[in-house]
């Protein structure tokens, strides 16, 4: 079929993306989401998902890195308190971020007013921010953002690998739903981080020239029942032969602050 060219063409390109973008929100949309966002039911999804890129990982790698998604995800949502988190994060080989970073960055003096009700000290350590805002975000119930429930089948997740390079460092995208969903949302955020990794994929890049990456995307929804995607992306790490999060982003409101 030929178009003319000009603004007939432009139109019908966008109505050409814009059927698409319905098709792939009309997908999403059809996933059931009941499974407990920290239980057991979500490991199980990641391990029968679809894989994007198969062949950049070994089977022990893909067992590996949906078992460390849902473990970041059980922990994330079910530690019992700031210390259990802060331990799970340090045995990784996370440390702190600076409060300096955090307060330029992540401007932590306006989340801790908001969640603690109090301006943060001058003189706080990272150890006293950390616990204070976490036991108020436990304490409150805000059903718009506290993400509950993940997809009930490995139809509701999407993993997608790719070993990048200096030449082509772009990371890894996915045909499936979930990671179709998010791509086509209009609206990813990517949420703040309290921790650093001295072997971040960014650092393994410049020292090897290359980095074995990953997105595990899954659709999920808050208390309030507002749904959508959430993206955890990993970089394989061979000093601890385990994958390492290197961010969490998602296309709707929710407290993901890691």
């Given at each position: 079929?030929?178009?003319?060219?000009?603004?007939?063409?432009?139109r019908?390109?966008?109505?050409?993306q814009?059927?698409?973008?319905?098709?792939?929100?009309?997908?999403?949309?059809?996933?059931q989401?009941?499974?407990?966002?920290?239980?057991?039911?979500?490991?199980?999804?990641?391990?029968?998902?679809?894989?994007?890129?198969?062949?950049?990982?070994?089977r022990?790698q893909?067992?590996?890195?949906?078992?460390?998604?849902?473990?970041?995800?059980?922990v994330?949502?079910?530690?019992?308190?700031?210390?259990?988190?802060?331990?799970?994060?340090?045995?990784?080989?996370?440390?702190?971020?600076?409060?300096?970073?955090?307060?330029?960055?992540?401007?932590?003096?306006?989340?801790?007013?908001?969640?603690?009700?109090?301006?943060?000290?001058d003189?706080?350590?990272?150890?006293?921010?950390?616990?204070?805002?976490?036991?108020?975000?436990?304490?409150?119930k805000?059903?718009?953002?506290?993400?509950?429930?993940?997809?009930?089948?490995?139809?509701?997740?999407?993993?997608?690998?790719?070993?990048?390079?200096?030449?082509?460092?772009?990371?890894?995208?996915?045909?499936h739903?979930?990671?179709?969903?998010?791509?086509?949302?209009?609206?990813?955020?990517?949420?703040h981080?309290?921790?650093?990794?001295?072997?971040?994929?960014?650092?393994?890049?410049?020292?090897?020239?290359?980095?074995?990456?990953?997105?595990?995307?899954?659709?999920?929804?808050?208390?309030?029942?507002?749904?959508?995607?959430?993206?955890?992306a990993?970089?394989?790490?061979?000093?601890?032969?385990?994958?390492?999060?290197?961010?969490v982003?998602?296309?709707?409101?929710?407290?993901?602050?890691?």
């Amino acid at each position: 079929m030929t178009f003319v060219r000009g603004h007939q063409a432009v139109r019908v390109e966008d109505d050409l993306q814009a059927e698409y973008t319905a098709s792939i929100r009309s997908d999403a949309a059809s996933v059931q989401i009941t499974a407990p966002i920290a239980g057991n039911e979500v490991h199980g999804h990641l391990a029968a998902s679809s894989v994007h890129g198969e062949d950049a990982v070994t089977r022990a790698q893909r067992r590996l890195l949906a078992a460390e998604a849902a473990e970041f995800l059980r922990v994330r949502f079910d530690a019992s308190d700031a210390d259990e988190y802060a331990s799970w994060m340090r045995s990784r080989g996370f440390v702190p971020a600076g409060l300096a970073e955090l307060r330029s960055f992540w401007h932590i003096d306006d989340i801790y007013r908001a969640d603690v009700g109090l301006p943060m000290p001058d003189d706080v350590t990272f150890e006293d921010a950390w616990r204070d805002i976490w036991r108020a975000a436990s304490r409150s119930k805000r059903p718009r953002v506290d993400l509950t429930h993940a997809a009930n089948a490995p139809e509701g997740y999407s993993i997608a690998a790719r070993r990048i390079t200096l030449a082509d460092p772009s990371w890894p995208q996915a045909p499936h739903p979930p990671f179709q969903a998010l791509v086509h949302s209009g609206a990813v955020h990517t949420s703040h981080s309290w921790w650093r990794h001295p072997r971040a994929w960014q650092e393994q890049l410049k020292a090897n020239g290359s980095a074995l990456v990953a997105h595990v995307v899954f659709m999920a929804r808050n208390a309030d029942g507002s749904r959508g995607a959430v993206c955890l992306a990993f970089v394989w790490d061979d000093a601890t032969g385990n994958w390492l999060l290197q961010s969490v982003s998602t296309d709707i409101p929710a407290r993901l602050e890691y």
